[in-house]
């Protein structure tokens, strides 16, 4: 037995994205966690570009929007100016992995105690699914028709193996939001990670596997399909990084 | 009485910012502004402000963004390339109408340069400070005194037009020592946040929203907001200082460290006879073009812009007020290589004795 | 009892796939934007375990523990 009962953070009305896309449910799931958090008037978005923009008509909550690939420096500046807002940053994978590596890896490194979510759907969506730094080894994308060759174009990025190395982050994971499991357990994630936020703990980093089934040019239920059989078993669901955990064991 | 001390130019901008109510910066190292930041690194904690040195110009510019978003008085400054690198943050503040002030203390140019002082920036300073035609007000201070005086104010201009501010002042500039008299500390509360901040919700049963992109009719009206602002500039707020213009049959046009050698070249001028005056844009943008424009041109025989940069790059400005009443000569160095009074003097006195017939 | 706001739905099945009782199915009446949207096909068989809630991208089902 349980219940659920939509966030009033987002807006009364479709999302932008396509039918599907787990963009909506990721911003579902913050949503949710703000509410249950009871963080909706001291919860600030910062909006990247590529369809996570589309939050910018969907998320009914305080919001930041800022150029490509910025987020975790605006995040730092509207942090440090402002330390009692819950601050998030939500990032598609060619905004954080590709433009944004600088901004997202030294602002981890400073430990900035703020959120950033990043959603992994191995394609840059909004521009038409051009090839991304988290695109599969043979994923075929506009830029890579006959499928990305490591070759010339090198391997898929792993944030979190990337982040978790740093000294400075408190919280790095990684979920797949293809079942229902997965999707309760980045739930849980986002929670956390948003709590340690809130006491302090400095820098947390949540990684969502989510889909494009528009450019991966597959049906909603096919792409959950191919998660299971190629995005997961690249890119390993789990905690890379817990300081609250080896606070527990000591 | 004000609080009166010996200060590098840089220092002076950076103390004169804390003193205005500046409480945020990042910036990235730079030759030849590294005193600002290092400056700030200290000062801005004393004050319960923030400083971050960002991994590169374009996150500082950016950090600015995050900052003054939240309604906090917040800067950052670098030298030509850097101010290059932050380009697409400044256009991104004008675009979500964010207050700011950018420091460019100038060094030669163009690409990396030279790290000695040149005036080399005034076209990107003026003209096009980032993507997406939008403008900055833009000071341009001759001495670390009238840097003080203009970055305390920066942000009431900032504020008042929702827009950044760009001060445009050399190497020169940056690092002499002068004495300055310090104002003292803007006292500013919560009750002075500007009500379009995200500071907090408290209270305010509306969603807060800052963005840079905008649907299309919306958009348009934002752009010609800005042109209406850019306008009121011209009318109420272009800064100048005319110097000898009574009767002056040669005007020098000049900024900055020019306007300075100049003057030293001027007084010369004069003692030998030379009727030789000067107009000194302070605001760069909105440029003085009454002065030039309502200038006696049946008694001035020629304009002399000197810049410390070739080729000039305020003479189209000049040219636009002058139209053809007089010729219009240009003297300067460039690439980091200095103006000194005797290189302006004889120049100067080369064009008002007939020998230069450049114009 | 499951709600589903029909006006949100996009069709995309997941609830339908994940069902644990198998009693949702995309219906043969379109909303307003196109999308077929899920009927429940035996309510008494709910369990109430709100999967279909929690992989819903947009939020468009709501589980409550009362029955009708």
């Known amino acids: 037995m349980a219940e659920y009962h939509r966030s009033a953070m987002i807006a009364d009305s479709p999302s932008g994205y396509c039918p599907g896309c787990l963009h909506s449910l990721a911003t579902r799931l913050i949503s949710d966690v703000i509410t249950e958090l009871g963080q909706e008037d001291n919860a600030l978005n910062v909006i990247s570009v590529g369809c996570s923009a589309l939050n910018l008509l969907y998320w009914s909550g305080d919001n930041l929007s800022v150029a490509h690939g910025r987020a975790p420096a605006a995040a730092t500046g509207a942090k440090r100016a402002n330390p009692e807002r819950l601050v998030f940053a939500y990032q598609g994978d060619g905004d954080l992995a590709a433009i944004g590596l600088a901004e997202i890896m030294s602002a981890a490194n400073r430990g900035e105690n703020f959120t950033v979510i990043f959603a992994n759907n191995q394609t840059y969506g909004m521009t038409g699914g051009q090839m991304a730094p988290t695109t599969l080894i043979g994923q075929k994308t506009t830029t890579t028709i006959y499928g990305r060759d490591p070759a010339t174009t090198g391997y898929p990025m792993k944030m979190c193996e990337l982040i978790s190395q740093l000294p400075a982050p408190a919280y790095v994971a990684r979920f797949a939001l293809n079942s229902p499991k997965g999707v309760r357990q980045a739930r849980d994630g986002i929670k956390k990670a948003f709590q340690m936020q809130l006491d302090g703990k400095g820098f947390t980093f949540i990684e969502l596997l989510t889909n494009c089934p528009t450019n991966w040019k597959l049906s909603p239920l096919q792409t959950l399909e191919y998660m299971n059989t190629n995005t997961i078993p690249y890119f390993t669901p789990g905690v890379f990084k817990d300081i609250t955990a080896k606070e527990a064991d000591a | ?359 | 009892m499951v709600e589903i706001n029909t006006s949100l739905c996009k069709a995309c099945g997941y609830c339908v796939k994940f069902c644990p009782k198998h009693i949702l199915e995309l219906g043969t009446v379109r909303n307003k934007r196109g999308h077929f949207y899920p009927v429940m096909t035996d309510a008494d068989a709910c369990i109430t375990c709100a999967i279909c809630a929690t992989m819903c991208p947009e939020g468009a089902i709501d589980v409550s523990e009362r029955k009708v």
């Not at chain 2, 030849?32 to 402000?49: A, D, F, K």
């Not at chain 2, 256009?91 to 109408?97: D, G, I, K, R, T």
């Not at chain 2, 790290?115 to 939008?134: N, V």
């Not at chain 2, 109420?236 to 005007?251: G, P, R, S, T």
């Open chain 2, 1 to 359: 009485m004000g609080e009166k001390r010996f200060m590098k130019g840089n220092e002076a901008i950076a103390e004169a910012a804390v003193r205005g109510g500046c409480r945020f910066f990042a910036g990235y190292p730079i030759t030849p502004q590294n005193e600002i930041p290092e400056y700030l690194s200290w000062r801005l904690p004393e004050v319960g402000g923030a400083y971050v040195q960002g991994e590169s110009e374009i996150a500082s510019v950016n950090m600015v963004y995050g900052a003054s978003a939240m309604g906090t008085r917040a800067m950052t400054s670098s030298s030509g390339p850097g101010i290059s690198l932050k380009a697409e943050g400044i256009s991104y503040l004008a675009a979500a109408m964010l207050p700011a002030l950018i420091v460019n203390i100038s060094r030669g140019g163009p690409g990396l340069g030279s790290i000695q002082p040149a005036q080399s920036d005034y076209l990107q300073a003026t003209k096009a400070l980032g993507h997406g035609g939008f403008h900055a007000m833009v000071f341009a201070p001759n001495s670390a005194q009238e840097a003080v005086d203009l970055v305390y104010d920066a942000w009431e201009y900032a504020e008042r037009d929702r827009n950044p501010v760009l001060v445009l002042m050399d190497g020169c500039l940056g690092n002499i020592m002068e004495e300055v008299e310090l104002p003292p500390m803007k006292a500013l509360s919560d009750e002075d946040l500007p009500e379009w901040s995200l500071t907090r919700r408290n209270g305010r049963d509306y969603q807060g929203t800052i963005t840079p992109i905008y649907t299309e009719p919306i958009l348009e009206s934002i752009n010609a907001m800005a042109g209406e602002t850019y306008k009121a500039w011209e009318e109420e707020d272009v800064k100048v200082e005319e110097f000898l213009l009574d009767d002056a049959e040669y005007v020098v046009v000049a900024y900055g460290i020019a306007s300075r050698v100049s003057k030293e070249a001027i007084l010369r001028l004069r003692e030998e006879g030379y009727k030789v005056g000067m107009i000194r844009p302070i605001t760069l943008f909105p440029f003085p073009k009454q002065s030039i424009r309502n200038l006696d041109y049946s008694r001035v025989k020629g304009i002399i812009d000197v810049e410390m940069t070739i080729p000039a790059q305020m003479r189209d400005d000049i040219a636009l007020q002058v139209l053809e009443r007089c010729p219009i000569h240009e003297y300067g160095r460039s690439g980091g290589c200095l103006l000194d009074d005797d290189g302006v003097y004889e120049a100067i006195l080369e064009i008002v004795t007939g020998g230069n017939d450049n114009g």
